[in-house]
């Protein structure tokens, strides 16, 4: 089922985008940026839809009614969540929606790079797999094997950059610093030291650099053009919006800054 | 919120984890290599190569003692006539190295490490000088010691195959779609011949020259004076070697199609069998039977008509081209209960070798 709904479409897409492109050196690299572009405009909506609910499970947080049912029922979890629900219905809040658009990425995530693993067919056996992978309408013996170059890296490898007898990961770095910014940038401000939406959101700005340049350190060059090209777009989205936090760049700049409303 | 925090935080893991296990590492895994003499079978499976003796189906040695993650084998392993077994690591160790067949001692003083890319393909010995391809896409040339003896050739692409002579020239495809063409006694190139599609196995050696196979589906015919002609077609990529055997060329493709090509007028004897799936590798003829080996798992005799005269399922996928060693027939499967199985030319298993853990 992964194989028939993810992998193959996925693969053939890239397939497809390689080939319009005119497959020669560099073109993956190309196909895997227009590969990203296409998945941020799909999930364009969606991600609206997760600022806009980020935003207002932040303005929750500083609700005078809200603020008064956390102290109310305290000691009844039960009955607070009844009367969180309540009031989510009353606001028009989805509690998941900040959630939906992360759920989402995952599979594009983990089926991307399995694409670029079977599209890159390194071994006879990867070569045999992306045989059965290709969609009939394809003619893709014109462009197999793919050209894995896109400037100084091979998308298939793990990337680094030679300097002085050290090999430095490069494209590693920069994932973490694109996925460090794109947080810092949506991530809301809060005038409230019990915030747990700005709490989450603090200890995801330290793991996901962390995890997705662990990712870039350790797998196909690839899935790291994906990280940053998908960062840069989240940037640029969130940016267009009005809603980046800008402050957030500089030392303690989202300590005291007032909630910012619509 | 602690829910959602703790929803998010394991979705983090298991993505790592997910994408850990779908692989990471190049060339860490393949199907086996296998080649035989008539006293033993040496079969190169991931992390050890072994042999065994034909008669009985038991070990005799294994290489090396202890398993080193950065060494994997793969490529089918190339017996010399002066004692030695050669192979290539696919690991990200690309060391190529010599082993005593009877003892599975190394031979050289310290194996070949120049080449920048994985052993994929096995490597031609002609007149004492070692024609090695790698993957990447350079042929190393080396003397029977294991010394470079001259600077690599750059062939493009990455070279899977091995090279094939017809006592005058070497021929070497690539999976850039080009057939390479070198004349060993100057080192010289010829002009590449363009096959239409990545061949990422070797030609066959005919006596009018020689027959190729690629993924553009087609048989080409390719000889030393210029002549280079579609023969013949099949309905789906090519991948094994096409075998070349009194005048008759038999081949599979990738739909599981199997072909008898008459090259003394280039039409098709038979072309109507299909048992069940994907053939990679090349079809065994040993007297008048033709041994063929399919993904599914089947191993079948046939006769010079394309007739089904028996049909084994020795369990795993095949993908390595059977060998013949005295009067057995050797299939390698993948993904198996064993590594290797005997049959007479009846159809009866001799013995099967499961290596010892």
Avoid at chain 2, 87 to 106: R, V
């Amino acid at each position: 089922m992964w194989e028939l709904i993810i992998i193959q479409p996925l693969t053939n897409l890239l397939l497809w985008i390689y080939d319009t492109l005119g497959h020669g050196p560099h073109m993956f690299g190309l196909a895997i940026i227009l590969f990203t572009v296409l998945i941020k405009l799909i999930t364009w909506p969606l991600n609206a839809s997760q600022v806009k609910g980020a935003q207002a499970m932040q303005e929750l947080q500083n609700d005078k009614e809200w603020q008064e049912i956390q102290k109310k029922y305290a000691k009844d979890r039960e009955k607070l969540a009844q009367e969180q629900m309540r009031i989510y219905r009353e606001k028009g809040i989805n509690p998941f929606a900040s959630c939906l658009p992360t759920l989402i990425q995952f599979p594009i995530i983990i089926g991307l790079y399995q694409s670029i693993i079977r599209a890159l067919s390194v071994t006879p056996l990867d070569m045999l797999k992306l045989a059965r992978t290709v969609y009939p309408f394809q003619n893709v013996e014109n462009i197999i094997p793919l050209n894995s170059t896109f400037l100084w890296m091979d998308l298939g490898r793990p990337e680094s950059v030679q300097i002085l007898g050290f090999a430095l990961p490069t494209l590693a770095v920069i994932v973490a610093l694109t996925t460090w910014l794109q947080t810092r940038l949506t991530m809301p401000t809060s005038s409230n030291p019990n915030d747990q939406t700005a709490q989450m959101t603090k200890m995801m700005g330290i793991y996901m650099p962390l995890m997705l340049g662990w990712f870039a350190l350790n797998f196909a060059s690839g899935i790291s053009v994906y990280f940053i090209i998908s960062n840069i777009l989240g940037i640029v989205q969130y940016a267009a919006t009005g809603r980046a936090n800008w402050s957030n760049l500089l030392p303690g700049g989202n300590k005291t800054s007032p909630v910012k409303k619509k | 919120m602690k829910t959602k925090k703790l929803t998010l935080f394991f979705l983090l893991i298991l993505g790592a984890l997910i994408i850990s296990a779908c692989s990471g590492q190049p060339l860490t895994n393949n199907f086996p290599g296998l080649v035989a003499d008539a006293d033993r079978a040496y079969i190169s499976t991931g992390s050890f190569i072994y042999a065994i003796d034909v008669q009985t189906g038991n070990q005799v040695w294994s290489y090396p003692e202890k398993a080193d993650g950065e060494l994997l084998y793969y490529a089918n392993p190339v017996l010399t006539e002066d004692g030695q077994l050669l192979i290539g690591s696919t690991g990200t160790n690309h060391a190529f190295i010599s082993l005593d067949p009877a003892t599975g001692q190394e031979k050289w003083a310290e194996p070949f490490s120049g080449a920048k890319g994985a052993w994929v393909a096995s490597p031609l010995v002609f007149n004492n000088t070692i024609y090695a391809p790698n993957t990447d896409g350079y042929l190393y040339t080396l003397d029977m010691n294991g010394k470079q003896v001259a600077e690599p050739i750059e062939l493009g692409g990455a070279l899977w195959s091995a090279p094939v002579t017809d006592g005058t020239y070497i021929y070497i495809n690539s999976l850039d779609h080009h057939l390479h063409i070198l004349n060993p006694s100057t080192g010289k190139l010829a002009d590449p011949i363009d096959l239409g599609g990545a061949a990422p196995d070797s030609p066959a050696v005919g006596t009018e020259g020689i027959y190729v196979g690629s993924f553009e589906s087609n048989i080409k015919h390719i000889t030393s004076n210029g002549k280079n002609e579609v023969i013949a077609s099949a309905s789906d990529w090519i991948w094994g070697t096409p075998t070349y055997d009194n005048e008759t060329l038999y081949y599979a493709d990738l739909s599981g199609n199997i072909f008898s090509l008459d090259l003394s007028n280039n039409r098709q004897n038979w072309n109507t069998l299909k048992p069940d799936g994907p053939i990679t590798a090349s079809l065994l003829v040993v007297d008048d039977q033709i041994y063929v080996a399919t993904e599914a798992g089947s191993f079948i005799a046939l006769d010079r008509d394309g007739k089904i005269v028996w049909e084994k399922t020795p369990g795993g996928k095949i993908y390595t081209t059977p060998v013949l060693s005295n009067d057995l027939i050797l299939v390698a499967p993948y993904q198996a209960e064993f590594a290797l199985a005997a049959y007479d030319a009846a159809g009866k298993q001799a013995w099967t070798f499961t290596p010892s853990k």
